[in-house]
């Protein structure tokens, strides 16, 4: 079992930085992959950026990369999302999320692979 609760999130201008943080409990965090999505008003939940176990590797959407890093700390059970040059359609909802699917791409990045959620953190990007 995998308990995650996301902070860090708020109201920054266009260009601005955000860095999210999501708190794992649970002995077998480090044996899990991480994940950030989002999810706008009105539109579906899409993939942000993920990380393998160990923290070797990483994927991202295409429209955050080069802007957000992806990093974990295994010793603090903790996941970070460094969110820079933050625009307007970044504004969405992020959620972290914990899976034990074996790494690769696409298939980390869809949701059905996560088997826990946290609730959540309000990002809104100004113009």
């Known amino acids: 079992q995998v308990q995650l609760v996301e902070s860090g999130g708020g109201l920054v201008q266009a260009g601005g930085s955000l860095r999210l943080s999501c708190a794992a409990s649970?002995?077998?965090?480090?044996?899990?992959?991480m994940g950030w999505f989002r999810q706008a008003p009105g539109k579906e939940r899409e993939f942000v950026a993920a990380?393998?176990?160990?923290?070797?590797?990483?994927i991202y959407r295409d429209s955050v990369k080069g802007r957000f890093t992806i990093s974990r700390d295994n010793a603090l059970n903790m996941v970070y999302l460094q969110m820079n040059s933050l625009k307007p359609d970044d504004t969405a909802v992020y959620y972290c999320?914990?899976?034990?699917?074996?790494?690769?791409?696409?298939?980390?990045?869809?949701?059905?692979?996560?088997?826990?959620w946290g609730q959540g953190t309000q990002v809104t990007v100004s113009s």
């Open positions: 649970g002995r077998t965090f480090s044996s899990y992959a």
């Open positions: 990380i393998s176990w160990s923290g070797g590797s990483t």
């Open positions: 999320a914990a899976s034990q699917v074996s790494w690769g791409f696409p298939r980390i990045a869809g949701d059905d692979k996560y088997e826990y």
